[in-house]
């Protein structure tokens, strides 16, 4: 759920509450007025997300206990220890080089507690300035999907003292102000392997590399189709963690529980409509079982929609998201229940008529299964700028570049999950 929504990529409601998203401050927080920025599909407001949540068993990670985990950095940044699971071992250099080479490995934690490859991770590497223990940031670098990373220092830094740090963080996404702490070298060889190390499991900072994964499925969801992004996803979006309600706004995706995948889904595919996307977005109090604007049901739908898209087997015959909406969970996307009210002004039936564009399972009516590629190509502001409504504006800018012999078959599948199209699709 949005709670404002100023900025380029400013926030509006979330599905959470409706399945919402949240809302900083207290739940049940009134809405205020919406308002259009710019023409840019922008709103601004307040957004009731006592929905989303609600009734939920905390495990919210909390400011103090990650303040007792870690220290203040002289950045600014709060920095976490990690630990070392492989030592340093001599390792020939890639190539020639001016300077000194300096390579490592970092892992975090998935959802079931494993050491993986932490893809996507900003390292700074930062040499020491002076008899006092300053320090100047000379390098950083990227880690691949190996969790590798490799730098080639200025060749006047050889024999010099460097320390690296790890940013779970990168230039499409910032996760606070963490860093965790890396290796240190006292004195730079020609090539120097710093080993291998790891976030800690056990700890409650260590959690933040959940969010950071579904953070690198929502990248993982367009580089594998091969779908540009730069052109609208120009620049950092920041995430909040541990935030006081579950939203996007003010540029920012705000977290309470790094372990709710499907919540933190759906808010960061606020951030990627609000990025992407050239459309109406309304605001208030929404539930996900309720019918109410079509501009929020369209919103909310679609981030939804996008969680689903980046978590969930598009095969699945029984698509679900376990956090959302305890009253109503497990929230099905596939077999939506027959008591959610029906039509494009509900956020369930729209983001499930979406993901039956998109699913590959038949059943039914829906016997089609458009790539994720396709269905943001279509709506996407960059390859068609004028402003969508809601979730039919968007079928039909979806079906209108499909073959006409597909497009009943397309409206049947949106039908399906209680969204009938009337209008015409132009040949």
Known sequence: MARRALLPLALTATFLAAAGCGVAGAPGAKARATAEIGGLGLSRGEVDDQDLTAGARRKQV?????????????????VFPTRETRRPAPRPPLRAAAGPVVSGVLRYPDFGGQLIPAANVTVHLEART?????AKEVAAAVTDAAGRWTVELPADLAGKGVAASYELGNKRWTINKYR???????????????GERALDAASQNGKAALIHQVWNRALTAFERENIPIDAWWSRPIGTTWPASGNFYSFGSVNLTDAEWWDVNGHEIGHAIFFAGFNSASGGGQ????????????????????????????????????????????????????DDVCTGHTNEWRAGSALW???????????????????????????????????VRDAFKRIA????????PGLAAAFAQSGVPVTFQVAR
């Open 356 to 390: 039956d564009l998109y699913d590959t399972h038949d059943d039914g009516q829906d016997k089609v299964a458009l790539p994720f590629a396709t269905i943001w190509g279509s709506l996407v502001k960059t390859q068609n700028p004028g402003r969508m409504t809601d």
């Open 62 to 78: 909390s400011t103090a206990v990650l303040a007792r985990e870690g220290q203040a950095g002289a950045s600014g940044a709060l």
């Open 180 to 194: 965790w702490a890396g290796p240190t070298i006292d004195a730079l060889a020609a090539v120097n392997d710093t």
């Open 400 to 407: 209108t570049l499909q073959p006409a012999e597909t497009r």
């Open 286 to 337: 929404h539930k996900i079982d309720e019918c109410y604007g079509a501009d929020l049901a369209w919103s909310e739908g679609f981030a939804s929609f996008f969680s689903g898209v980046i978590s969930i087997d598009r095969a699945d015959a029984d698509a679900k998201f376990q956090f959302m909406v305890p009253r109503r969970a497990p929230i099905r996307v596939e077999n939506v229940p």
């Open 130 to 134: 002076g008899m006092l223990g300053g």
